[in-house]
């Protein structure tokens, strides 16, 4: 199994590129957010690669991170989507904002990828949802973070702000902001700063 290529660049279109690697040229299949970080052709390259192995088919689909590679694995575990459909999904969205419309179970965001109806969106909220809070999966900007250990603090504050009506990753992030400024705060002090 192949696990990434590292070569030349010999070609690159937004939907595919070609990695020379000792004089092999290795077709890939790539999203639009890993064409946005390819050099130009001829410059050296490192992709994680997924090896589809079909009965039918055998295809390299190139990730510029592991954790886009990642991603992309969760997606196509998901009952109804396959590879070119994730693909499209992650060159349509940042994957931590892909992430973060999933934990915040946002079927609107998500149904608003091109070819991803109403059923398909629900189902990979389902899916992944969990499986993603069970990892510990804070989306946080551009990256995303593991979630701290428990804190009581922490824990009463934002049972405290999804009370209030705020989103659970939205209440997570003000929640970890406040106490990464200031660790020694109170659940009190807490909430008035993530309600500033």
Same mark, same amino acid.
């Given at each position: 199994?192949?696990?990434?290529?590292?070569?030349?660049?010999?070609?690159?279109?937004?939907?595919?590129?070609?990695?020379? #690697?000792? /004089?092999? /040229?290795?077709?890939?299949?790539?999203?639009?957010?890993?064409?946005?970080? *390819?050099?130009?052709?001829?410059?050296?390259?490192? %992709?994680?690669?997924?090896?589809?192995?079909?009965?039918?088919?055998?295809?390299?689909?190139?990730?510029?991170?592991?954790?886009?590679?990642?991603?992309?694995?969760? %997606?196509?575990? #998901?009952?109804?989507? /396959?590879?070119?459909?994730?693909?499209?999904? %992650?060159?349509?969205?940042?994957?931590?904002?892909?992430?973060?419309?999933?934990?915040?179970?946002? #079927?609107?965001?998500?149904?608003?990828?091109?070819?991803?109806?109403?059923?398909?969106?629900?189902?990979?909220?389902?899916? *992944?949802?969990?499986?993603?809070?069970?990892? /510990?999966?804070?989306?946080?900007? +551009? @990256?995303?973070?593991?979630? +701290?250990?428990?804190?009581?603090?922490?824990?009463?504050?934002?049972?405290?702000? #999804?009370? %209030?009506?705020?989103?659970?990753?939205?209440?997570?992030? @003000?929640?970890?902001?406040?106490?990464?400024?200031?660790?020694?705060?109170?659940?009190?002090?807490?909430?008035?700063?993530?309600?500033?």
């Amino acid at each position: 199994m192949i696990a990434y290529l590292d070569g030349l660049l010999s070609y690159k279109e937004p939907t595919s590129a070609i990695i020379d #690697v000792h /004089g092999v /040229g290795y077709a890939v299949h790539i999203s639009l957010q890993t064409y946005a970080t *390819l050099p130009g052709g001829g410059d050296r390259v490192k %992709l994680f690669i997924h090896h589809l192995f079909r009965e039918d088919l055998q295809a390299l689909y190139g990730f510029a991170s592991a954790d886009e590679k990642s991603l992309f694995l969760d %997606l196509i575990a #998901v009952s109804g989507v /396959g590879p070119n459909t994730a693909l499209g999904m %992650l060159s349509a969205m940042q994957p931590s904002d892909l992430r973060l419309a999933i934990l915040g179970e946002n #079927v609107r965001a998500v149904q608003a990828i091109k070819g991803i109806g109403a059923k398909t969106a629900q189902r990979i909220i389902l899916e *992944l949802r969990d499986k993603m809070k069970r990892a /510990g999966v804070v989306p946080d900007g +551009p @990256s995303y973070r593991q979630q +701290p250990a428990a804190n009581p603090v922490r824990e009463e504050s934002l049972a405290a702000l #999804v009370a %209030l009506g705020f989103p659970k990753p939205t209440a997570e992030k @003000s929640v970890d902001d406040a106490l990464k400024a200031d660790p020694d705060l109170t659940v009190e002090e807490v909430i008035r700063r993530a309600l500033r």
